[in-house]
């Protein structure tokens, strides 16, 4: 669709995700501002005056999306300029791809918490991306061209940063004097404020890549920059603060293409597939009332569900009592996120869990390809695995889900709302009838996936009763990945389970653009023992056996945890601990909980490229001993580092 703006526009943008109403409120709480997609347009503002335009305001949390979209502006005219694509002054997280910028003083002015971008282009703007603010953003494959300036990361008061940390990777200059702008040096505050990682930048025409506040020249251009960082950089224990290159991490075939770059793709559309070619679920007879069990419907509608195909989930709330097996060649996409409620019997054994979507057998090669999906679970569901995928992909990516999230409890027919499941802190005891699922994701051995855009949230909150209280849910894990093979993660979060978050456990070649974690509010009332039952030896699950007795809040959930494995990539991570039982003063001393990442000495060739992390005494902790604590690497609100590995440099 393309929209063509008359010169007599009004209006702070073409589109609006959080408008503003009298005296400056916004209607949505910018953090709380959830689900959202804008997709396929072409955004034209060269019909407004170049004094003012801006095609999308975006002030968004998770499980947002833009994509496919081209903002065309007045080229030129200096600082007369003012048009600009994206303006996003606040926000909680997100997505964007696929998006072209053309002209304009600022392609986009980008200010957010944490934040992961891919495939952006930038045709002629005076300046590409203006970094207002941020915690951690994750940048791929940005090609920038005929730009005056191509990142801004200057906005400061005085050398005070308000720019946390960014992370470049896999990008172009073309015929654009200055490459980034920064003004991090031996005196600019905080110590690690202005953090930036490049990674396989090509700098092409461009005579500086990096350049400092006087206008001198940090990073010489005109080349390829395999690997450099300023900031904190830590070998193990051993940290320094560096503004040079670096070696780069050894990058696993199966991660990358032939060119070197990490693999990407696209959300799938099927815009070139006829309407003929969907199969909606409600012809197989489910009915996505909330109510009925639509399990065997949906379980024959995917047996005949041909390769060419798209299975269709019209918008609803389907209910599966028993697990539905997903085959190992298949599409499915979902209008406007339809619930996939798992409850029932075959779920409630935390010895014995089950899959509510199980994605083909162990051992199976094919392409599955999930969008625009929730899975949800109804009342207590200790045994559900809301989603265990095993299929190998035919080829890199053909196993994949894009915009597609879990959300347990603190929402209408889960069970698990605010009248049955509202804060008791200072209470260890566990209500049973708010004891969640098992796992949400489970990637097995043999398996591969490619995860866009994905949200696994265990509700903190009521969002449909009026009272909006804070909420304790119990879920078991969050992300298990044990692909031996390959994952590629753009863009995931996973928040408020009680044993972690992210555990990558006897896996190989794994990388992660722009994760994003919470630690449970409640924690450590109940800790991270109650009310799942670890189980090592069949799941590698945390037992905390390394903590002092009485140190409570070494007992709360890992934000990542990383368990014999290798080739582990992360680049930008935002890991986060705000309460300690619901109370905020920890913040003060930044103590809310005593670890945040665990690696394990059986892994190798682990590298976490700006890590972030709030509120955690310590950062990365190996076999229980602590690698680097947050007091170092302190940055305005959270402690950041420009790397971690445990690869000698």
């Given amino acids: 669709m393309h929209l063509h703006l008359q010169p007599n526009y009004q209006g702070i943008a073409v589109i609006d995700s959080d408008p503003y109403a009298a005296g400056g409120v916004n209607w949505y709480t910018n953090q709380n501002n959830f689900y959202r997609q804008v997709r396929n347009f072409v955004i034209d503002l060269t019909g407004l005056p170049m004094s003012t335009g801006s095609g999308i305001h975006w002030q968004v949390a998770q499980a947002t999306s833009l994509q496919n979209i081209v903002f065309n502006m007045i080229q030129g005219g200096g600082s007369n300029n003012k048009q600009q694509g994206i303006f996003m002054d606040n926000g909680s997280g997100g997505f964007m791809s696929d998006l072209t910028f053309n002209g304009g003083n600022y392609g986009a002015f980008f200010g957010n918490q944490q934040f992961t971008t891919r495939n952006l282009t930038f045709n002629g703007c005076n300046t590409a991306i203006y970094m207002n603010w941020n915690w951690m953003w994750s940048f791929k494959s940005v090609s920038i061209n005929n730009c005056g300036v191509g990142i801004d990361m200057t906005a400061a008061s005085g050398y005070n940063q308000s720019v946390g940390s960014v992370v470049l990777q896999d990008s172009t200059f073309t015929n654009t004097p200055i490459g980034i702008k920064t003004i991090f040096d031996s005196n600019s505050i905080p110590n690690s404020g202005g953090t930036l990682v490049v990674d396989n930048v090509n700098f092409a025409s461009c005579p500086v890549a990096v350049q400092g506040a006087s206008g001198n020249t940090i990073l010489a251009g005109n080349a390829v920059v395999n690997s450099w960082a300023q900031g904190n950089f830590y070998v193990n224990k051993s940290g320094q603060r560096v503004q040079n290159t670096l070696t780069p991490p050894n990058k696993p075939a199966a991660l990358t293409t032939s060119s070197g770059m990490i693999f990407e793709r696209s959300k799938p559309q099927y815009e070139s597939y ?151 802190p200072g209470n260890a005891n566990v209500n049973p009838s708010c004891i969640a699922a098992f796992a949400l994701l489970q990637v097995t051995s043999q398996a591969t996936l490619y995860a866009e855009n994905t949200w696994g949230w265990v509700a903190d909150h009521e969002l449909d009763l009026p009272d909006h209280n804070q909420i304790s849910i119990y879920n078991g894990r969050g992300f298990l990945i044990e692909s031996q093979k390959a994952t590629w993660m753009y863009g995931t979060a996973a928040e408020h389970s009680v044993l972690y978050n992210y555990q990558v456990a006897t896996a190989r070649n794994v990388y992660m653009l722009g994760i994003q974690t919470e630690t449970p509010y409640f924690q450590p009332e109940p800790n991270a023992l109650s009310p799942f039952t670890p189980q090592p030896a069949q799941w590698n699950d945390p037992t905390f056996t390394f903590c002092a007795q009485g140190d409570t809040d070494c007992y709360m959930a890992w934000g990542l945890k990383v368990v014999a494995s290798h080739n582990v990539l992360v680049y930008g991570a935002g890991l986060y601990s705000f309460f300690d039982d619901y109370d905020q003063s920890c913040l003060a001393t930044e103590s809310c909980q005593e670890n945040m990442v665990h690696v394990h000495g059986g892994s190798g060739n682990v590298w976490l490229y700006g890590l972030n992390t709030k509120a955690s005494v310590n950062m990365v902790s190996v076999d229980g001993v602590p690698q680097v604590q947050g007091a170092s690497t302190r940055n305005g609100f959270t402690d950041t580092l420009a790397g971690w590995t445990d690869v000698a440099q």
Avoid at 313 to 332: C, E, M, N, R, W
């Fill in 274 to 424: 006829p309407a003929s070619s969907f199969l909606s679920v409600k012809s197989c007879g489910a009915k996505g009332d909330g109510v009925t069990d639509d399990t065997a419907a949906i379980q024959s509608c995917m047996n005949q569900c041909t390769s060419s195909q798209i299975l269709y989930f019209d918008h609803g709330a389907y209910l599966v009592s028993s697990t539905i097996k997903v085959p190992k060649i298949i599409k499915i996409t979902g209008e406007i996120w339809p619930l996939i409620i798992g409850a029932g019997s075959a779920f409630q054994s935390q010895t014995s869990p089950a899959p509510v979507f199980q994605v083909g057998n162990v051992g199976d090669i094919g392409a599955v390809e999930i969008t625009d999906l929730i899975f949800e679970i109804r009342g207590p569901q200790p045994g559900a695995i809301l989603v265990q995928w095993n299929v190998q992909g035919s080829e890199q990516g053909a196993t994949g889900m894009w915009d597609t999230h879990w959300r347990i409890g603190g929402s209408a027919g889960t069970n698990l709302q605010s009248n049955t499941c509202t804060k008791t």
